[in-house]
C-alpha cells in the first residue's frame, strides 16, 4: 500500500531526446507527487511536482503528467542533455512524509 | 533560498565509537526535519521525523536508541549514531520542511564509514 514503484530503473538516451519515467503508486491518500534529481555523493533536488487535482504541469523542458485514475504519474525531461544525466526519484506524500520510488539511472549519451 | 546543510560531509570512524551529523536550514525555520538513510545505488528510506522541540517519531525497526536526534531549535537538528558498527555505514541525508507543508529541502548527505 505504501510503495511506490518506479520504471525503468535505468536509462539511456541520446542527446535531444526525451526521457520517460514512470511511477504507480496504489495509496489513494497520496496528495503530493514531487520529482527529485540526485547526482552521485549529493543530496536530492526538487525538480518538479504535482498535486492530484492536475493532469499536467510543465517546468521549462521538465514535464509532469498525472493519471489519477490510473494512479500513476510520469516525468518527461524533453531535450535531454548529457547534464541531466543522473539517478532521478519520484515520490508519494501522505502527512506530509515522502515515501520514495527507487529510482532511475538515465544516461544521456553526448 | 531554501538552503540546507549537513556537516561533516564525510566522517571515518571506528566501531564502537559515537558520531554526530548536523543539518541546518540556512534561510529558513524548520518546524519539521527528516533524516533518511541511503544505501548505494538504492533510495531514501526515512528514517525518523523530528519536530522542533520535542520527541523525533521514528521509523519501523530503526532504532531510537541506536540513532538520536535532536531538534534544539528551527534551524538545526543532529543525528548521532551510537556505538557504531560497520553495517551503520551509509549516506545519511537530511531534509526540511518550510512554510509549505509538502516540500521538502534535502541537505548534501554525509557519507558515514565505520571501519
Known amino acids: 500500500q505504501q510503495q511506490v514503484k518506479q520504471s525503468p530503473q535505468s536509462l539511456i538516451v541520446q542527446k535531444g531526446g526525451i526521457s520517460i519515467i514512470n511511477c504507480a503508486y496504489e495509496?489513494?491518500?497520496?496528495?503530493?507527487f514531487p520529482w527529485y534529481q540526485q547526482f552521485p555523493g549529493k543530496g536530492p533536488a526538487l525538480l518538479i511536482a504535482?498535486?492530484?487535482?492536475?493532469s499536467e504541469k510543465k517546468e521549462g523542458r521538465f514535464t509532469i503528467s498525472f493519471n489519477k485514475s490510473a494512479k500513476q504519474f510520469s516525468l518527461h525531461i524533453m531535450d535531454s542533455q548529457p547534464g541531466d544525466s543522473a539517478t532521478y526519484f519520484c515520490?508519494?506524500?501522505?502527512?506530509?512524509?515522502?515515501?520514495f520510488g527507487t529510482g532511475t539511472r538515465l544516461k544521456v549519451l553526448a | 533560498g531554501a538552503v540546507v546543510s549537513q556537516h561533516p560531509s564525510r566522517v571515518i570512524c571506528k566501531s564502537g565509537t559515537s558520531v554526530k551529523i548536523e543539518c541546518r536550514s540556512l534561510d529558513f525555520q524548520a518546524t519539521t526535519m527528516f533524516w533518511y538513510r541511503q544505501f548505494p545505488k538504492k533510495s531514501l528510506m526515512l528514517m525518523a521525523t523530528?519536530?522542533?522541540?520535542?520527541?523525533?517519531?521514528?521509523e519501523q525497526g530503526v532504532e531510537k536508541d541506536k540513532f538520536l536526534i535532536n531538534h534544539a531549535s528551527l534551524t538545526l537538528s543532529t543525528l548521532t549514531v551510537t556505538s557504531a558498527h560497520p553495517e551503520d555505514s551509509s549516506f545519511y541525508i537530511c531534509?526540511?520542511?518550510?512554510?509549505?507543508?509538502?516540500?521538502?529541502?534535502f541537505g548534501p548527505g554525509t557519507r558515514l564509514t565505520v571501519t
Open positions: 515520490a508519494a506524500t501522505e502527512a506530509y512524509k515522502y515515501i
Open positions: 504535482i498535486r492530484p487535482d492536475v
Open positions: 531534509s526540511a520542511r518550510g512554510g509549505s507543508p509538502y516540500e521538502q529541502y
Open positions: 495509496n489513494t491518500a497520496f496528495d503530493y
Open positions: 523530528s519536530n522542533e522541540g520535542s520527541k523525533a517519531t521514528y
